[in-house]
């Protein structure tokens, strides 16, 4: 199908990247690996008068580690996750969800930013971002700013970000080599997007007892979740095979997503129940020091 006709501009800094959006008031959109926006330009769900494409900005390319986190650049790529060995120690929760994303075609262009912009409810880097607390770096008009993952998706393909602002990076805290995970998804085919997925991790002192919980789940509301019950309910315990069936019927009780084509609203509460209990079994055996 044809793409409706735009214009195309390419700037070398970020700072010409973002006046460019604000000149166009709204009507232009930011081009990352184009997975999604061309799709959307083919279908005329979007017809921006420009396209400011991202790709000579090297500095949103890069990935950053020191003892304070994770540092991803905008226009990091999911092919360059997978192949950061040094990723899979320092976070790996994300790269674990990382290897759902799509096909190899799709991974070689998606990009990090791209993919927290676009806030589909069933991807999984909004879902880490939100479960792991990140912090999500954009540039505007006005200057720069930080939005908490928390407070970043307000709906289905909607952020709180203003249409001059670009995503420069996200940040993920630190992870405690310790620290116990689960990242467990559900899809009809390898690479589809999740019907349900869940993210979990916790910290444990010494009693084994579960603190700092976080629970989130993609694929079952209008955004990414955290389930906050299921994490008051795993503080302070052992998760041990009762708290694991507890924490299995408060998530499906927890979330409310509505009938689709791909499933019930019913079966995906109960989706959601299996993934965050499978999640939490593999959190328990992990072994990992
Ligand atoms: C067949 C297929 C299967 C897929 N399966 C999955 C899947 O299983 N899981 C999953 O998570 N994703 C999946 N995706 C999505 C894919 O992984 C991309 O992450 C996503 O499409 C975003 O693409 P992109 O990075 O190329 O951004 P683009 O398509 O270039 O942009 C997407 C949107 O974000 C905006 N944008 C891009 N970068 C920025 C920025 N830095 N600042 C502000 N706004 C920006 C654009 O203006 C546009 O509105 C799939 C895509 C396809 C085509």
């Known amino acids: 199908m044809k793409l409706p006709p735009f214009e195309y ?37 979007a017809a921006p ?11 949103l390319r890069k990935i950053k580690i020191s003892k304070e986190g994770v540092s991803l650049g905008a226009m990091v790529r999911w092919r360059d996750i997978e192949d950061n060995a040094r ?7 994300l790269c674990a969800a990382i290897e759902h994303v799509a096909h190899y075609q799709v991974r070689n262009r998606g990009t990090v930013g791209g993919s927290l912009a676009h806030a589909d409810p069933a991807a999984e880097m909004p879902g880490i971002a939100l ?19 928390g407070e970043f998706f307000l ?26 995970w689960g990242f467990q998804e559900f899809s009809r085919r390898r690479g589809d997007f999740a019907m349900a997925a869940a993210a979990v991790f916790y910290d444990q002192d010494r009693s084994r007892k579960a603190s700092n919980a976080h629970v989130g789940v993609i694929g079952a509301g209008d955004t990414p979740l955290r389930l906050p019950q299921v994490e008051a309910l795993l503080n302070g315990r052992v998760i041990d095979e009762a708290t694991i069936e507890e924490a299995d019927k408060l ?8 009938d689709d084509i791909h499933a019930s609203a019913a079966y995906r509460k ?20």
């Open 270 to 289: 109960s989706l959601v129940g299996t993934m965050v209990e499978r999640a939490l079994k593999d959190a328990v055996a992990r072994t990992s020091k």
């Open 87 to 93: 990723l899979l120690k320092v976070q790996p929760l």
């Open 49 to 59: 008068t420009l396209l400011v494409d991202l790709r000579k900005l090297k500095d």
């Open 155 to 180: 709906g289905p393909l909607t952020t709180a970000l203003e249409p001059d602002e670009i995503i420069v990076e996200v940040k993920l805290p630190a992870w405690p080599a310790k620290r116990r």
């Open 251 to 258: 998530a499906a009780a927890s979330v409310n997503p509505s």
């Open 131 to 149: 479960t792991c607390d990140a912090e999500i770096h954009v540039v505007g008009k006005s200057g720069t700013r930080m939005i908490p993952a």
């Open 9 to 45: 501009a390419c700037p070398a800094t970020i700072l010409e990247a973002a006046s460019l959006l604000a000149s166009h008031e709204g009507d232009a959109k930011v081009l990352a690996g184009g997975q999604s926006l061309v799709p959307m330009l083919a279908f005329r769900v």
